[in-house]
């Protein structure tokens, strides 16, 4: 507990001293009212009780001036406090945003979408809960609470002293509560976020879970989730209102005992009538603190069980800036000068101890276009995302013009490749936003260029609002050729020297597929190219061909070598060729 308010205290960074000021000040002006009103009653009584009528003016006039004085403070405090809350939750959203735009990509892949949106969505605002409500209630609580108990001993300290006594029972009793509150709470942010992630799964998913009558079935489990985290609810509304109840019990227990104590000492003479009504008006405020603290340390559990979500993503290491250097030594010593990219001896495993590439060597001179083919599964689009420099790799080495990856950052690295994947990913946006992508400060000259050397000019003119037309979440309205010819003018936009390219299996209507082929050359010359190619073109024309299957390499060389050998890639061109022709008859 102390742990995670040390760590909310340090997220506050550079607006700690604004948000303590805020906290401390509007915190205690806005719950003084409670001891000013009973000072006031104590004080005047006091002074009709003597028929002292000066005292009595000069206490009401005083007491007017510290009024209009909290009216016109207090405000001002509140808009301090409320403002420091959302600064400080500001800068904590962004840095949270940051931390995930630059967390590893094995992140996404072990964890839900679901998950991270409900971390920047539920967590953080429970999270600001523990700094706006919580923290202001906990110093409240005290100030009001300490400053109370010291007027009623002031007043009078036996009575003080009985009524403190009385005081500890409460927070005994609420502090019990605690624990199992905090359980219920993590367990009910931990399935809000399932509940996201299986809300995410349906709005994704919407076509297929309809075209495969899916909707039933995520029905039930969007049900199941709900119901749980119903279940919990109701369990934590239930303790809550035991504990209310208790407190309820509490509180009378209290005033019963300051009202027999008091009518008591009152009856020997040993209080005057203003101080007893002081005492037992400041009680309330002591009572409270005893009272509220414990409820207060329940409420505060859901708020760190949120806050302990967000620091969980934010220590979840980011990506690292670049691999590490004893990679970087082995490497140095045998650098190949005149390749683009090398690959030495490089092995992966995504799950430790089962090699997803084994002792990979490969080397792709500048400007020559190489194509990975090869069985499902056999390791293709695993060597582009080493090169993308997505996961660091076990052994081994990668060179790109003849330095080891090691010697470069990730950004530099990726600064020299332009990938187009197979399903090419559009931001919600508009055409030209999509295409800018590849060089932020491009000029709209260019990016009318890239978009005619990727044939798509014609298609973007086509369209309502040309360039400035919305593509929707993830390029909904266009369709998949046009999708691709956007990706392929954004990496030409880019201009990077090495290009990565993931062809896409299924084939476009031959309009599409000539346009979109068309493209690809424009993107591809005066490049070095290492492509997973699907079209028999690119496989044929290609300066190598390898062969990659169950992580290895098991041939390469040019198209008419490997027919010649008469091996994997012979048996492999046939079938292809084979699915070509009946493809052809078909639609003859
Ligand atoms: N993120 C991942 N986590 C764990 N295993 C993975 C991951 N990505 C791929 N794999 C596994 O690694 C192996 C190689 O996958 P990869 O995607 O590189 O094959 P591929 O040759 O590109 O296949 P395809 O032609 O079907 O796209 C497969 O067995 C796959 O299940």
């Given at each position: 507990m102390i742990q995670q308010i040390v760590k909310l205290a340090r997220a506050l960074d550079r607006h700690k001293t604004s948000y303590f000021l805020g906290l401390v000040t509007y915190s205690i002006l806005s719950s003084s009212v409670s001891i000013i009103t009973a000072l006031m009653i104590s004080t005047i009584l006091n002074a009709l009780d003597g028929k002292d009528m000066n005292t009595v003016i000069l206490l009401c006039l005083q007491f007017m001036l510290i009024i209009i004085a909290l009216c016109t403070i207090t405000p001002i405090t509140q808009y301090w406090y409320g403002k420091s809350v959302k600064t400080v939750m500001n800068s904590?959203?962004?840095?949270?945003?940051?931390?995930?735009?630059?967390?590893?990509?094995?992140?996404?892949?072990?964890?839900?979408?679901?998950?991270?949106?409900?971390?920047?969505?539920?967590?953080?605002?429970?999270?600001?809960?523990?700094?706006?409500?919580?923290?202001?209630?906990?110093?409240?609580?005290?100030?009001?609470?300490?400053?109370?108990?010291?007027?009623?001993?002031?007043?009078?300290?036996?009575?003080?002293?009985?009524m403190i006594a009385l005081g500890f029972a409460s927070?005994?009793?609420n502090t019990r509560y605690a624990k199992p509150m905090r359980k219920i709470s993590a367990e009910i942010q931990e399935k809000s976020s399932v509940q996201l992630e299986r809300l995410s799964n349906l709005v994704a998913g919407t076509q297929v879970s309809r075209t495969f009558q899916m909707v039933d079935g995520m029905n039930g489990k969007y049900q199941e989730t709900t119901g749980m985290l119903a279940q919990l609810s109701m369990l934590r509304a239930k303790k809550n209102a035991y504990l209310t109840g208790t407190n309820y019990l509490l509180l009378w227990i209290n005033n019963g005992g300051?009202?027999?104590?008091?009518?008591?000492?009152?009856?020997?003479?040993?209080?005057?009538?203003?101080?007893?009504?002081?005492?037992?008006l400041l009680l309330e405020n002591v009572t409270n603190l005893f009272r509220n603290l414990g409820m207060f340390w329940s409420n505060v559990q859901t708020a760190l069980a949120g806050a302990d979500r967000v620091?969980?993503?934010?220590?979840?290491?980011?990506?690292?800036?670049?691999?590490?250097?004893?990679?970087?030594?082995?490497?140095?010593?045998?650098?190949?000068?005149?390749?683009?990219?090398?690959?030495?001896?490089?092995?992966?495993?995504?799950?430790?101890?089962?090699?997803?590439?084994?002792?990979?060597?490969?080397?792709?001179?500048?400007?020559?276009?190489?194509?990975?083919?090869?069985?499902?599964?056999?390791?293709?689009?695993?060597?582009?995302?080493?090169?993308?420099?997505?996961?660091?790799?076990?052994?081994?080495?990668?060179r790109v013009e003849g330095r080891s990856f090691a010697d470069y950052t990730l950004e530099e690295l990726r600064e020299k490749m332009a990938y187009v994947s197979q399903e090419p990913y559009l931001f919600d946006g508009t055409i030209e936003s999509n295409i800018r992508y590849?060089?932020?400060?491009?000029?709209?000259?260019?990016?009318?260029?890239?978009?005619?050397?990727?044939?798509?000019?014609?298609?973007?003119?086509?369209?309502?609002?040309?360039?400035e037309t919305l593509v929707g979440e993830r390029g909904v309205r266009l369709s998949g050729g046009q999708k691709q010819r956007i990706a392929i003018a954004r990496a030409i936009l880019k201009n990077a020297p090495i290009l990565l390219l993931d062809e896409a299996t299924s084939a476009l209507d031959t309009d599409s597929e000539i346009a979109v082929q068309r493209g690809i050359e424009r993107l591809m010359e005066g490049k070095t190219t290492i492509a997973i190619a699907h079209r028999l073109s690119t496989?044929?024309?290609?300066?190598?061909?390898?062969?990659?299957?169950?992580?290895?390499?098991?041939?390469?060389?040019?198209?008419?070598?490997?027919?010649?050998?008469?091996?994997?890639?012979?048996?492999l061109h046939q079938i292809q060729k084979q699915a070509l022709d009946e493809l052809i008859q078909g639609t003859a």
């Open positions: 904590i959203r962004l840095r949270v945003f940051r931390h995930m735009e630059k967390l590893p990509v094995t992140y996404y892949e072990n964890n839900h979408s679901g998950d991270s949106l409900s971390r920047i969505t539920n967590d953080l605002q429970t999270m600001e809960n523990a700094y706006a409500g919580e923290a202001q209630t906990l110093v409240s609580l005290l100030a009001n609470g300490t400053i109370s108990a010291i007027i009623m001993f002031y007043l009078d300290w036996r009575f003080a002293i009985a927070t005994y009793v300051a009202f027999i104590i008091g009518a008591f000492m009152m009856f020997n003479g040993q209080i005057s009538i203003g101080s007893l009504l002081g005492v037992i620091f969980e993503l934010l220590a979840h290491d980011p990506e690292s800036d670049r691999y590490p250097a004893n990679v970087r030594e082995e490497a140095a010593s045998s650098a190949t000068k005149d390749s683009m990219i090398e690959l030495r001896d490089v092995s992966f495993a995504y799950q430790q101890g089962k090699n997803t590439l084994d002792r990979v060597n490969l080397l792709v001179g500048r400007g020559q276009v190489v194509a990975l083919v090869g069985p499902s599964g056999g390791g293709k689009s695993t060597i582009m995302k080493l090169l993308l420099g997505f996961y660091p790799f076990a052994a081994g080495d990668i590849g060089k932020m400060d491009a000029t709209d000259e260019e990016v009318m260029e890239a978009a005619r050397a990727a044939y798509a000019h014609d298609f973007i003119m086509e369209q309502p609002e040309g360039y496989i044929e024309k290609a300066d190598l061909i390898v062969v990659i299957d169950r992580g290895t390499i098991v041939e390469q060389g040019k198209h008419e070598e490997l027919l010649a050998a008469g091996k994997v890639y012979s048996g």
